[in-house]
């Protein structure tokens, strides 16, 4: 349950890595949240985040119940589940880091733990609410292809889960909200690279609606491209993540005319380009 809407709401962060940080820096500069608590089991780390945001620093995430109304979970993802669990039971809203759970099993548990309790709980699936991709859900209409590519080079920090669940991840949720239809077939390849699981990867969904969709992701790659390309009849859609940029390519004029003297060919197109309203998806 949230709080009434007269009063600010009482946040916590459990894991603060990379994007732990990120989460309390984002409800730190909200206006009606309180960044009221950090947990970490690295205890210094928990302080150094905590006093860099003035909040109060734990070693043990159950010790937020009571104290907030909401936390994200920023912890690596075999442990979600039992941290999620204790604080949907203890009350807490929840928003999760992608992806929710290891496996399909415990996810399903904790959204049937969530309807019990009557607590939300959301998975920080952030690239959705990115401006560009919201402008994209109102004009993709009938797509015929996706193209979708996420390459980037290699991190130096423990990769445990694969590119699929690390970066893939965020394209095959865009594709699924684009896409009107349940998936068919899919077909997918990987390989490992610069880790013990798989660093490079491709993905192929055929949809019921006809749709068929590409994915590739990339952590082994040094030049960093972010796009999704759509094909539909009447348009041919680019958007580049990198620059917030969407490009729609539409044929306005075909004519040909062949007789015995001369062969005459003329084709017009225009691109039009869409303002994205750049914001930071995660508020």
Not at 237 to 263: G, T, W
Request: hydrophobic letters at 45%.
């Amino acid at each position: 349950m949230m709080p009434p809407s007269d009063r600010r709401v009482r946040a916590g962060v459990v894991g603060v890595g990379h994007m732990g940080q990120y989460h309390a820096r984002v409800y730190a500069e909200l206006w009606d949240v309180d960044l009221v608590g950090i947990a970490d089991i690295n205890g210094d780390r928990a302080r150094e985040v905590a006093a860099h945001y003035d909040t109060v620093a734990f070693a043990d995430h159950r010790d937020l119940i009571g104290r907030v109304d909401v936390a994200s979970i920023a912890v690596p993802t075999e442990q979600h589940f039992h941290v999620a669990r204790d604080l949907l039971e203890g009350g807490v809203n929840v928003l999760i880091e992608k992806p929710i759970t290891p496996t399909l099993e415990e996810a399903r548990e904790l959204f049937a733990l969530a309807r019990r309790t009557g607590c939300l709980l959301h998975v920080g699936h952030v690239e959705r609410f990115n401006g560009a991709v919201q402008e994209l859900r109102k004009i993709v209409e009938c797509p015929l292809l996706i193209e979708s590519r996420r390459l980037g080079p290699f991190v130096s920090r423990v990769q445990k889960d694969t590119v699929v669940m690390d970066l893939m991840i965020h394209d095959l949720d865009i594709v699924l909200a684009l896409v009107d239809a349940r998936p068919r077939r899919l077909t997918a390849f990987g390989a490992a690279v610069h880790s013990d699981v798989a660093d490079v990867a491709n993905v192929q969904i055929w949809f019921d609606s006809g749709t068929i969709a590409t994915i590739t992701a990339s952590r082994a790659t040094e030049e960093k491209i972010r796009t999704l390309a759509i094909t539909q009849p009447d348009a041919y859609i680019v958007l580049d993540y990198l620059v917030q940029d969407i490009q729609i390519h539409r044929r306005a004029a075909q004519e040909s005319q062949p007789n015995r003297e001369s062969i005459r060919y003329r084709q017009a197109s225009f691109v039009e380009h869409l303002f994205v309203h750049k914001d930071n998806p995660l508020k």
